[in-house]
Antibody, heavy 123, light 109 residues
Framework: EVQLVESGGGLVKPGGSLRLSCAAS????????MNWVRQAPGKGLEWVSS????????YYADSVKGRFTISRDNAKNSLYLQMNSLRAEDTAVYYC????????????????WGQGTLVTVSS | SYELTQPPSVSVSPGQTARITCSGD??????AYWYQQKPGQAPVLVIY???ERPSGIPERFSGSSSGTTVTLTISGVQAEDEADYYC????????????FGGGTKLTVL
């Protein structure tokens, strides 16, 4: 059974940093692209970042480019999101999602999602 | 930036057919995907590659594509189908691998 478990969320002040983790199990983690998607309270889904299976290709939404860094450790079956210079508008539930296909390949979507971790940016 | 446009809300009575549209200029060239999200839960994939249904998704869920619009159709809507639905695709330039529509709230009257 595929499981994705996010952790690391919490309350942080504007300008602060936070590192999210996603522990994956139930599939060959090193074979799949992985992703972060967020959802602000009462709002829709917003794609944040994607990383290819070998970390060769990385993509970011314009809203987080230069502030967030996605990474993975295939030996630990883990995905990470380092978030710096956090703003109030970064407040959201952050979901880890398993990708199918490869970004920019013409076929790319998410077949499994974690339950999310809440990040609140407030003074 | 590239956008996918969905109606904010759709309402249907139980047993009727619900159609949720998603419009975007790149949809003739890019596949669309649909997710269902119930309150307090993570999204669930219900349609991939415009019209394919993942295993475990009821047959009443179907997808279609025509030009710059894709449509999620739910036939014989049930109360349990009340949820938010999001389309997802990519832009055609190759720079934006993932774009979500704004979401549609399906209300079962």
């Amino acid at each position: 059974e595929v499981q994705l478990v996010e952790s690391g969320g919490g309350l942080v002040k504007p300008g602060g940093s936070l590192r999210l983790s996603c522990a994956a199990s139930g599939f060959t983690f090193s074979s799949y692209s992985m992703n972060w998607v967020r959802q602000a309270p009462g709002k829709g889904l917003e794609w944040v970042s994607s990383i290819s299976s070998s970390s060769s290709y990385i993509y970011y939404a314009d809203s987080v480019k230069g502030r967030f860094t996605i990474s993975r450790d295939n030996a630990k079956n883990s995905l990470y999101l380092q978030m710096n210079s956090l703003r109030a508008e970064d407040t959201a539930v952050y979901y880890c999602a398993k990708g199918v296909g490869a970004p920019i390949s013409g076929i790319y979507y998410f077949d499994y999602w974690g339950q999310g971790t809440l990040v609140t940016v407030s003074s | 930036s590239y956008e996918l446009t969905q109606p904010p809300s759709v309402s249907v009575s139980p047993g009727q057919t619900a159609r949720i549209t998603c419009s975007g200029d790149a949809l003739p060239k890019q596949y669309a995907y649909w997710y269902q999200q119930k309150p307090g839960q993570a999204p669930v994939l219900v349609i991939y590659k415009d019209s394919e249904r993942p295993s475990g998704i009821p047959e009443r869920f179907s997808g279609s594509s025509s030009g710059t619009t894709v449509t999620l159709t739910i036939s014989g809507v049930q109360a349990e189908d009340e949820a938010d639905y999001y389309c997802q695709s990519a832009d055609s330039s190759g720079t934006l691998p993932v774009v979500f529509g704004g979401g549609t709230k399906l209300t079962v009257l």
